[in-house]
Protein backbone atom coordinates (compact mmCIF):
# COMPACT_ATOMS: atom_id res chain seq x y z
CA UNK A 1 0.00 0.00 0.00
CA UNK A 2 1.44 3.60 -0.79
CA UNK A 3 1.63 6.60 0.89
CA UNK A 4 -1.23 8.07 0.05
CA UNK A 5 -3.36 4.80 0.79
CA UNK A 6 -1.85 5.02 4.07
CA UNK A 7 -2.80 8.02 5.13
CA UNK A 8 -6.33 7.61 3.86
CA UNK A 9 -6.83 4.49 5.60
CA UNK A 10 -5.19 6.45 8.67
CA UNK A 11 -7.65 8.97 8.25
CA UNK A 12 -10.35 6.60 8.17
CA UNK A 13 -9.24 4.92 11.47
CA UNK A 14 -9.56 8.03 13.51
CA UNK A 15 -13.06 9.12 11.88
CA UNK A 16 -14.08 5.76 13.06
CA UNK A 17 -12.53 5.88 16.21
CA UNK A 18 -13.52 9.36 16.88
CA UNK A 19 -17.32 8.35 16.08
CA UNK A 20 -16.80 5.30 18.54
CA UNK A 21 -14.79 6.62 21.70
CA UNK A 22 -15.56 10.49 21.28
CA UNK A 23 -12.96 13.63 20.02
CA UNK A 24 -10.77 13.97 23.52
CA UNK A 25 -10.35 17.32 24.97
CA UNK A 26 -7.31 18.81 25.53
CA UNK A 27 -7.06 19.84 29.14
CA UNK A 28 -4.35 22.49 31.00
CA UNK A 29 -1.20 19.67 32.00
CA UNK A 30 0.57 22.48 34.10
CA UNK A 31 3.89 24.25 32.90
CA UNK A 32 5.67 22.49 30.21
CA UNK A 33 8.56 21.36 32.79
CA UNK A 34 6.02 19.87 34.69
CA UNK A 35 4.92 17.82 31.91
CA UNK A 36 8.36 16.83 30.73
CA UNK A 37 9.13 15.68 34.18
CA UNK A 38 5.67 14.21 34.72
CA UNK A 39 6.26 12.01 31.57
CA UNK A 40 9.43 10.73 32.51
CA UNK A 41 7.82 9.63 35.70
CA UNK A 42 5.36 7.69 32.84
CA UNK A 43 8.00 5.43 30.99
CA UNK A 44 7.47 2.08 31.83
CA UNK A 45 5.20 2.13 34.01
CA UNK A 46 1.28 2.62 34.68
CA UNK A 47 -0.97 5.60 34.88
CA UNK A 48 -1.74 4.83 38.43
CA UNK A 49 1.91 4.59 39.62
CA UNK A 50 3.36 7.38 37.49
CA UNK A 51 0.70 9.72 38.78
CA UNK A 52 1.48 8.60 42.77
CA UNK A 53 5.06 9.10 41.78
CA UNK A 54 4.69 12.51 40.68
CA UNK A 55 2.11 13.35 43.37
CA UNK A 56 4.79 12.27 46.13
CA UNK A 57 7.73 14.05 44.26
CA UNK A 58 5.75 17.52 44.74
CA UNK A 59 4.39 16.57 48.00
CA UNK A 60 7.99 16.12 49.36
CA UNK A 61 9.49 18.83 46.91
CA UNK A 62 7.00 21.92 45.98
CA UNK A 63 9.04 23.60 43.78
CA UNK A 64 11.61 22.37 40.71
CA UNK A 65 14.41 24.47 42.43
CA UNK A 66 14.17 22.25 45.59
CA UNK A 67 14.66 18.90 43.22
CA UNK A 68 17.34 20.82 41.61
CA UNK A 69 18.97 21.45 44.87
CA UNK A 70 17.94 17.21 46.63
CA UNK A 71 20.28 14.24 46.31
CA UNK A 72 19.38 12.08 43.78
CA UNK A 73 18.56 9.20 45.89
CA UNK A 74 15.92 11.30 48.17
CA UNK A 75 14.27 12.25 44.56
CA UNK A 76 14.76 8.36 43.43
CA UNK A 77 13.03 7.39 47.55
CA UNK A 78 10.50 9.85 46.55
CA UNK A 79 9.08 8.37 43.27
CA UNK A 80 10.11 4.76 44.03
CA UNK A 81 6.29 3.81 43.43
CA UNK A 82 7.08 4.14 39.71
CA UNK A 83 9.72 2.24 39.33
CA UNK A 84 12.87 2.49 37.72
CA UNK A 85 13.75 5.31 40.33
CA UNK A 86 17.75 5.56 40.12
CA UNK A 87 17.27 6.27 36.56
CA UNK A 88 14.54 8.62 36.66
CA UNK A 89 15.72 10.56 39.82
CA UNK A 90 19.39 11.21 37.92
CA UNK A 91 16.98 12.15 34.07
CA UNK A 92 15.15 14.57 36.35
CA UNK A 93 18.10 15.91 37.76
CA UNK A 94 20.53 16.00 34.85
CA UNK A 95 17.12 18.31 32.69
CA UNK A 96 17.18 20.40 35.42
CA UNK A 97 21.08 21.33 35.48
CA UNK A 98 20.76 21.40 32.03
CA UNK A 99 18.13 24.03 32.22
CA UNK A 100 19.86 26.02 34.99
CA UNK A 101 23.14 26.29 32.79
CA UNK A 102 21.87 27.02 29.30
CA UNK A 103 19.13 29.33 30.39
CA UNK A 104 19.93 30.36 33.43
CA UNK A 105 15.99 29.70 35.57
CA UNK A 106 13.97 26.06 35.94
CA UNK A 107 11.36 26.92 33.08
CA UNK A 108 10.86 25.00 29.89
CA UNK A 109 7.85 27.00 28.26
CA UNK A 110 10.15 28.51 25.44
CA UNK A 111 10.62 25.47 24.10
CA UNK A 112 6.74 25.74 22.49
CA UNK A 113 8.13 28.64 20.57
CA UNK A 114 10.50 26.61 19.07
CA UNK A 115 9.92 23.78 15.81
CA UNK A 116 9.43 20.80 16.92
CA UNK A 117 12.23 19.34 14.79
CA UNK A 118 14.86 21.85 16.72
CA UNK A 119 13.04 20.55 20.32
CA UNK A 120 13.86 17.09 19.43
CA UNK A 121 17.50 17.93 18.50
CA UNK A 122 17.85 20.07 21.86
CA UNK A 123 15.98 17.46 24.05
CA UNK A 124 17.34 14.57 23.26
CA UNK A 125 21.18 15.40 23.73
CA UNK A 126 19.81 14.95 27.16
CA UNK A 127 20.45 11.00 28.43
CA UNK A 128 17.18 9.86 29.34
CA UNK A 129 15.05 12.04 26.73
CA UNK A 130 13.79 9.86 24.40
CA UNK A 131 11.41 10.79 21.43
CA UNK A 132 8.82 9.97 22.73
CA UNK A 133 9.18 11.78 26.06
CA UNK A 134 9.84 14.87 23.73
CA UNK A 135 7.13 14.13 21.74
CA UNK A 136 4.07 13.67 24.50
CA UNK A 137 5.43 16.89 26.01
CA UNK A 138 5.46 18.60 22.52
CA UNK A 139 1.57 17.33 21.94
CA UNK A 140 0.23 17.98 25.35
CA UNK A 141 1.93 20.60 26.94
CA UNK A 142 2.72 22.66 23.67
CA UNK A 143 -0.54 21.73 21.52
CA UNK A 144 2.27 20.57 18.92
CA UNK A 145 0.61 18.69 16.18
CA UNK A 146 2.91 15.83 16.80
CA UNK A 147 1.81 12.09 16.83
CA UNK A 148 3.35 10.59 19.98
CA UNK A 149 3.62 6.55 20.03
CA UNK A 150 3.10 4.03 23.21
CA UNK A 151 3.22 0.54 23.67
CA UNK A 152 -0.25 0.51 22.85
CA UNK A 153 -0.26 2.52 19.80
CA UNK A 154 3.12 0.70 18.45
CA UNK A 155 1.00 -2.68 19.27
CA UNK A 156 -1.90 -1.65 17.14
CA UNK A 157 -0.31 -0.07 14.58
CA UNK A 158 1.56 -3.13 13.72
CA UNK A 159 -1.81 -5.25 13.63
CA UNK A 160 -3.28 -2.60 11.49
CA UNK A 161 -0.21 -2.72 9.06
CA UNK A 162 0.88 0.73 9.37
CA UNK A 163 4.54 -0.91 10.30
CA UNK A 164 6.36 -4.22 10.02
CA UNK A 165 6.06 -6.55 12.90
CA UNK A 166 9.54 -5.80 14.00
CA UNK A 167 9.53 -2.27 13.64
CA UNK A 168 10.60 -0.13 16.66
CA UNK A 169 9.02 2.27 18.29
CA UNK A 170 11.41 5.23 16.87
CA UNK A 171 10.40 3.48 13.45
CA UNK A 172 6.86 3.70 14.29
CA UNK A 173 7.40 6.99 14.86
CA UNK A 174 9.27 7.93 11.69
CA UNK A 175 6.07 6.23 9.81
CA UNK A 176 3.03 7.02 11.34
CA UNK A 177 4.76 10.77 11.61
CA UNK A 178 3.96 11.02 8.31
CA UNK A 179 0.75 9.34 7.72
CA UNK A 180 -1.31 11.03 10.77
CA UNK A 181 -4.18 13.14 9.42
CA UNK A 182 -2.99 16.73 10.13
CA UNK A 183 -4.59 18.74 13.29
CA UNK A 184 -5.76 15.32 14.44
CA UNK A 185 -2.55 13.97 16.31
CA UNK A 186 -3.59 14.75 20.19
CA UNK A 187 -7.39 12.51 19.09
CA UNK A 188 -5.53 9.83 17.19
CA UNK A 189 -2.91 9.14 19.87
CA UNK A 190 -5.34 9.32 23.02
CA UNK A 191 -8.12 7.30 21.05
CA UNK A 192 -5.36 4.85 19.74
CA UNK A 193 -4.53 4.05 23.20
CA UNK A 194 -7.82 3.62 24.54
CA UNK A 195 -8.63 1.40 21.55
CA UNK A 196 -5.74 -0.74 22.64
CA UNK A 197 -6.10 -0.95 26.06
CA UNK A 198 -9.85 -1.90 25.30
CA UNK A 199 -10.33 -3.77 22.94
CA UNK A 200 -6.91 -4.72 20.95
CA UNK A 201 -5.22 -5.90 24.16
CA UNK A 202 -1.95 -7.57 23.70
CA UNK A 203 -3.42 -11.21 24.50
CA UNK A 204 -6.59 -11.72 23.51
CA UNK A 205 -7.75 -8.92 21.21
CA UNK A 206 -11.53 -9.00 21.25
CA UNK A 207 -11.79 -9.11 17.97
CA UNK A 208 -15.63 -9.71 17.97
CA UNK A 209 -16.05 -6.05 19.32
CA UNK A 210 -13.58 -4.57 17.13
CA UNK A 211 -14.88 -1.16 14.92
CA UNK A 212 -11.95 -1.69 12.78
CA UNK A 213 -11.69 -5.36 11.83
CA UNK A 214 -11.90 -4.52 8.24
CA UNK A 215 -8.76 -2.32 8.33
CA UNK A 216 -6.80 -5.37 10.87
CA UNK A 217 -4.18 -7.28 8.94
CA UNK A 218 -3.13 -9.17 11.60
CA UNK A 219 -6.95 -10.57 11.60
CA UNK A 220 -7.32 -11.32 8.19
CA UNK A 221 -4.09 -13.06 8.38
CA UNK A 222 -4.63 -14.55 11.78
CA UNK A 223 -1.01 -13.32 13.01
CA UNK A 224 -2.13 -11.81 16.17
Not at 24 to 38: A, K
Not at 157 to 163: I, T
Not at 177 to 201: E, Q
Request: glycine share 6%; with cysteine; aromatic share 6%.
Amino acid sequence: MNVKAQRRKLKEINDILEDELGVPERRGDGDVLSSLIGTILSQNTNDANSGRAYASLRERFPEWKDVFAADERDIADAIRMGGLANQKSATIKRVLAWLKETRGKLDLDFICAMSSQEVIEMLSQIKGVGLKTILVTLCFACGKDVFPVDTHILRVSKRLGFVPPNASADKTHAILGKLFPRGKAFSLHINLIRFGRMVCHARKPACEECPLIEHCVAYQQQSY
